[in-house]
């Protein structure tokens, strides 16, 4: 079974950072794309951004709106990715989720993790 | 920067056909995913690659793209299908979500 768990999420300041983690099992993760898709309270998703796998160089790509403070990242050892934020605002408040694509599109989603910004 | 466009919300009766719409430039030349999601749920998706439809979901969805809109119905709406729709498509290596229609099912 495609299992994905998010966690790290939490309540932190502006300007902050915060490193959410996604650990994967019940698929082949190293050669799987990994996403970040957030949704904000009552509103609709928002792609954040992406992984590659490793035959496709671990090629990362980033919205507009968090390229330059988020990185993606993953450690194939441990079937884990991560979306490191740093220099959080209050617009980044959201439910995170990871998304991997197991096939051909965001196949399997985990539960998300809500990150809150705020003072 | 790419948008996709859905209308915000459709209400239909059970039995009836649902068809959601999803409207961008030149859409027809990327491929497109739709996705359910649930109050309180991650999404689910429920077509890929235009019209392709995953393990588990049922025959009553299905996909179409042509021109600058993507499609997709729902065949003899039931109850459970009551939920949030979002399609998704790729801009060069950006991805793209539209703003999502919530289905009603009266």
């Known amino acids: 079974e495609v299992q994905l768990v998010e966690s790290g999420g939490g309540l932190v300041q502006p300007g902050g950072s915060l490193k959410l983690s996604c650990a994967a099992s019940?698929?082949?993760?190293?050669?799987?794309?990994m996403n970040w898709v957030r949704q904000t309270s009552g509103k609709g998703l928002e792609w954040v951004g992406r992984i590659r796998s490793k035959a496709k160089s671990y090629a990362t790509g980033y919205a507009a709106s968090v390229k330059g403070r988020f990185t993606i990242s993953r450690d194939d050892s441990k079937n884990t990715a991560y979306l490191q934020m740093n220099s959080l605002t209050t617009e980044d408040t959201a439910v995170y989720y990871c998304?991997?694509?197991?096939?051909?599109?965001?196949?399997?989603w985990g539960q998300g993790t809500l990150v809150t910004v705020s003072s | 920067s790419y948008e996709l466009t859905q209308p915000p919300s459709m209400s239909v009766s059970p039995g009836e056909t649902a068809s959601f719409t999803c409207s961008g430039d030149k859409l027809r030349e990327r491929y497109v995913s739709w996705y359910q999601q649930k109050p309180g749920q991650s999404p689910v998706v429920v077509i890929f690659?235009?019209?392709k439809r995953p393990s588990g979901i049922p025959e009553r969805f299905s996909g179409s793209n042509s021109g600058n809109t993507a499609t997709l119905t729902i065949s003899g709406t039931q109850a459970m299908d009551e939920a949030d729709y979002y399609c998704q498509a790729w801009d060069s290596s950006t991805g793209v979500f539209g703003g999502g229609t919530k289905l009603t099912v009266l």
């Open positions: 998304a991997a694509v197991v096939t051909a599109t965001f196949d399997s």
């Open positions: 690659q235009d019209n």
């Open positions: 019940g698929f082949t993760f190293s050669g799987s794309d």
